[in-house]
């Protein structure tokens, strides 16, 4: 067990179980900050909070569906039970479904806006008397994908859900910084999550896996693609920098500047 420090902060984190979040509520918890995980899968959750207790902060867990209407209303129930105060949340679930438009279907849409956009203002809204009385700040996860777009990779509706999800960050960083709540957004490239591994590289040919490695050499200034850590390191400083609010922070290698 590691050092006891503790401070009384409180860091929200969807999807906490795995992969981005699971990282960034790792790096929240390195400086000292309480957790309340969500996510879909009970196993782990609990997997999750053992790892991360190691660091000394308590950490609550909520099993909890996104999807599910009444989702953000629940996790905001079980947050009150847990504190008054919420100096982090941190929208960091999602989905993406790429289709042509020829194949884009309003189930897919509406999957994406409610998970993507409606999900993060929701929660933000619950939240908002916990977050006003820390004077905390909003973390949403968007995408590169609001920028840029990839040649035979069709992405209109999830595009729009990010640039949706980077318009209503620097709208809400305009309205909440009076009450003194900041609202940021992190944009990642292309990162190697688990859930990365399992739909994209595993079905690959060993032959399309190595055409993949170049093709990043050529995209990415930096030469790789970014890792959980690379994503959290951003959400710890954004979730400590008292003069910054309403920016899209690309995290991406350099991807979106070429």
């Known amino acids: 067990m590691s050092e006891h420090r503790t401070t009384g902060r409180f860091a929200v984190v969807t999807g906490g179980s795995e992969g981005l979040g699971l990282a960034i509520?790792?790096?929240?918890?390195?400086?000292?900050?309480?957790?309340?995980?969500?996510?879909?899968?009970?196993?782990?959750?609990?997997?999750?909070?053992?790892?991360l207790g190691r660091r000394g902060t308590v950490v609550h867990t909520?099993?909890?569906?996104?999807?599910?209407?009444?989702a953000p209303a629940l996790i905001a129930g079980h947050?009150?039970?847990?504190?008054?105060?919420?100096?982090t949340l941190v929208n960091n679930v999602g989905t993406a479904h790429f289709a042509s438009l020829a194949d884009t279907t309003v189930e897919e849409m509406n999957t994406m806006w409610h998970l993507n956009v409606q999900v993060p203002l929701l929660l933000s809204q619950r939240l908002l008397p916990a977050l006003v009385n820390a004077r905390g700040s909003i973390i949403n996860i968007s995408s590169y994908w609001a920028r840029k777009m990839v040649a035979g990779r069709y992405s209109a509706a999830y595009s729009a859900t990010r640039g949706a999800l980077n318009s209503m960050t620097r709208a809400l960083a305009s309205e909440l910084g009076p009450q003194g709540v900041r609202v940021?957004?992190?944009?990642?490239?292309?990162?190697r999550t688990p859930t990365?591994?399992?739909?994209?590289?595993?079905?690959?040919?060993?032959?399309?896996?190595?055409?993949?490695?170049?093709?990043?050499?050529?995209?990415?200034?930096?030469?790789?693609?970014?890792?959980?850590?690379d994503v959290a390191a951003a959400a710890a400083y954004l979730a400590s920098a008292q003069w910054t609010t309403g920016t899209i922070l690309a995290v991406d290698g350099g991807l979106t500047t070429r």
């Open 79 to 87: 947050v009150a039970d847990l504190t008054a105060r919420v100096d």
């Open 196 to 229: 990365y591994e399992r739909s994209y590289i595993a079905p690959m040919t060993a032959e399309e896996r190595a055409a993949h490695g170049e093709q990043i050499e050529h995209s990415y200034p930096l030469g790789r693609l970014g890792t959980a850590d």
């Open 184 to 191: 940021n957004a992190i944009a990642p490239g292309a990162v």
């Open 62 to 70: 909520v099993p909890a569906d996104l999807s599910a209407p009444d």
């Open 25 to 51: 509520a790792d790096a929240l918890a390195r400086d000292g900050t309480n957790l309340v995980l969500v996510a879909r899968n009970r196993g782990k959750l609990e997997t999750a909070a053992k790892e």
